[in-house]
């Protein structure tokens, strides 16, 4: 049994809004099995294949027989799948009805459906009502600056919408005349402490010291100081490894009870008064450490200075 070719000189693919279509078709044969000479019944493989479509023009494409079609493929079936692009796939069932004729042309093939537009396809409806006008956002509130209505702020947590222009109008919690709100600030989160401690070995060269383990980012530390070997070394200071470093520092060892405030260190130790000392600042704050810039800073200080930490986050 020979193939049959199908020709489409006087058919076209329309989608739904009446334009010719490009995609494809995927044919397979529907029958799965067939009789061989010998009567025993043997399975089809149903191998498809795919037929182009441009500008609704079906490319020209050979079916073979199936099984109780003949010669002239009467009564053959074909799944045939749509593919078209803004099209949903689509499965229809061809049904070749050729009465002997070779080639066949496309509209001797009988669909299940009554037309050959590709259904489903999107068709443009008129366009919707205009949404609400959103929010101009302008920022953190600064009350120099001239708001509209429907400008948007941010001010000390909370988030505000303005509902009457002005300039100098300060939003607060719950809205005012000028504002409404939008978003209050949340509530504070659980703290997070770490107390511990390192030493120090005071005859050591200036430089820096790596204090990790402290299990999350900081935000600040405070130290409590002293030396194992001296009256008079001991210190207490906080940093916050940026702008604040501040320690005051007993000098009891040349001026009896007698404490000095420190504006730029947050760790002092004083060996004799003012001769020998030794000071140290936080340079730097991670997620797991920070890291203390000590400073012979006059003299040669000796023995280790034991501190005490209290980080926070």
């Known amino acids: 049994m020979g193939a049959i070719t199908i020709q489409t000189s006087t058919s076209k693919i329309r989608d739904a809004l009446g334009n010719l279509a490009d995609g494809k078709l995927t044919i397979r044969p529907r029958a799965g099995w067939e009789y061989d000479e010998g009567g025993e019944r043997r399975k089809i493989t149903k191998k498809a294949i795919i ?3 441009a500008a609704g023009v079906i490319t020209p494409f050979a079916l073979a027989p199936t099984v109780n079609s003949g010669v002239d493929m009467t009564d053959a079936a074909y799944d045939v799948e749509y593919s078209f692009p803004g099209s949903p ?25 009554s037309s050959d537009t590709l259904p489903g396809l999107p068709v443009a409806g008129a366009a919707g009502p205009a949404g609400p006008t959103g929010i101009n956002w302008r920022g953190f509130y600064n009350a120099a600056t001239p708001y509209l209505v429907d400008d948007g702020a941010s001010y000390f947590g909370a988030s505000y919408i303005c509902i009457q222009a002005g300039t100098g109008n300060t939003p607060a919690v719950g809205g005012t005349a000028y504002w409404d709100e939008i978003a209050i600030k949340g509530a504070a989160g659980v703290a ?22 402290v299990g999350f980012q900081l935000k600040g530390v405070a130290f409590l ?9 001991f210190s207490v200071g ?7 470093h501040k320690a005051i520092a007993d000098i009891s060892s040349s001026t009896l009870n007698a404490w000095l405030a420190h504006a730029s260190q947050s760790i002092v130790l004083y060996e004799n008064g003012g ?25 040669s200080p000796s023995g280790t200075a034991i501190i005490q930490y209290l980080a926070w986050g």
């Open 275 to 299: 001769s020998i000392y030794t000071v140290g600042r936080v340079t730097a704050i991670g997620n797991d450490d920070f890291t203390v810039a000590w400073v012979k800073a006059a003299g």
């Open 238 to 244: 906080f940093d916050d490894g940026a702008t604040v």
């Open 89 to 113: 796939k689509r499965t229809e069932v061809w049904v070749i009805d050729g009465a002997g004729t070779n080639p066949l042309e496309l509209t001797s093939i009988q669909v299940s459906s």
């Open 225 to 233: 100081a002293c030396v194992d070997v001296a009256v008079g070394m």
């Open 51 to 53: 037929v182009p479509v």
């Open 192 to 213: 997070q402490i770490k107390v511990g401690s390192f030493t120090r070995d005071l005859t050591l060269a200036s430089g820096n010291q790596v204090v990790s383990g």
